[in-house]
């Protein structure tokens, strides 16, 4: 090779170098975008055992009975939820189906309350938090103006929704 065509040689690899150099660089950039959704889920752990009223004392209403082998898990990342609670039908005269959900951290249990096909607030105060094995105690009482009543059942509908 002579010196032109070496000259020749040593511009294009320079030039080559250079177009490369103008494309690369030793940072890079992108622009991620993200979002968290709302999320407020509830599970339960099963049904609650069959609720009898069979005893009484002489002269005294119906014992009534309870149940609390059956527990809830909630998540929820908003602030100011709640939990409200009804049943699908109402209950026959003079027999009543109780409910109490164990509060999670920083919420507030309200009371057992009697269930009715309208939904009452159950919890309140919920805030971001993801908590599980939550007992939910049921109750049952009767009248004895109730009379025999045959094995019958009620859905229990647990919401999250917003709290007021």
Avoid at 22 to 34: K, M
């Amino acid at each position: 090779m002579n010196n032109s065509s070496l000259r020749l040689n040593a511009a294009l690899v320079a030039a080559l170098l250079t177009t490369a150099s103008a494309f690369a660089s030793d940072t890079a950039t992108q622009t991620v975008t993200f979002a968290v959704s709302a999320i407020n889920e509830l599970s339960v752990s099963g049904n609650p055992g069959a609720l009898t009223v069979s005893t009484s004392t002489a002269g005294s209403a119906p014992d009534a009975v309870s149940d609390s082998a059956t527990t809830y898990a909630i998540t929820t990342n908003e602030t100011n939820r709640k939990i409200t609670a009804a049943i699908d039908t109402a209950m026959p005269a003079g027999v009543t189906l109780t409910v109490n959900l164990a509060a999670p951290t920083g919420a507030t249990s309200v009371p057992a309350f009697a269930l009715t096909a309208t939904a009452q607030d159950a919890v309140t105060g919920i805030s971001t938090l993801n908590e599980s094995g939550k007992t939910i105690t049921y109750g049952l009482s009767a009248t004895s103006a109730a009379g025999v009543q045959a094995s019958d059942t009620r859905t229990v509908t647990l919401t999250i929704t917003a709290g007021v």
